[in-house]
């Protein structure tokens, strides 16, 4: 389990984008890689390096992306406590770990 919730989270993705990076942070959760991306105006969710797509979603806000049914069914807000790992090279960057 990791030791981050949702709501530090967000607040190193929110603090990313107002240093000017558009963070990408590597979700790893029931043997996938999946990505969060945020941007000025949005925000998306995708399941990495898949070949027969990404099921890239865009949200308004992080918090519609969290309760939102992603790719491979997954809903962060039901599955955050089964996520193995986080990385992101932004949060490195600007020390938020």
């Not at 942070?25 to 070949?51: A, P, T, V």
């Not at 039901?78 to 090279?89: A, H, Q, R, V, Y």
Request: proline share 0%; net charge negative.
């Amino acid at each position: 389990m990791i030791k981050y919730s949702f709501e530090e989270i967000k607040r190193f993705l929110q603090i990313s984008i107002e240093e000017g990076m558009e963070a990408e942070l590597r979700i790893y959760l029931y043997g996938k890689e999946y990505m969060i991306i945020i941007y000025d105006d949005h925000c998306s969710f995708q399941r990495c390096g898949y070949r027969d797509g990404s099921g890239e979603q865009n949200y308004n806000t992080l918090d519609q992306l969290y309760s939102a049914k992603q790719v491979d069914n997954i809903v962060l807000a039901k599955d955050w406590n089964s996520i193995e790992k986080l990385e992101c090279i932004e949060f490195d960057i600007l020390n938020l770990w």
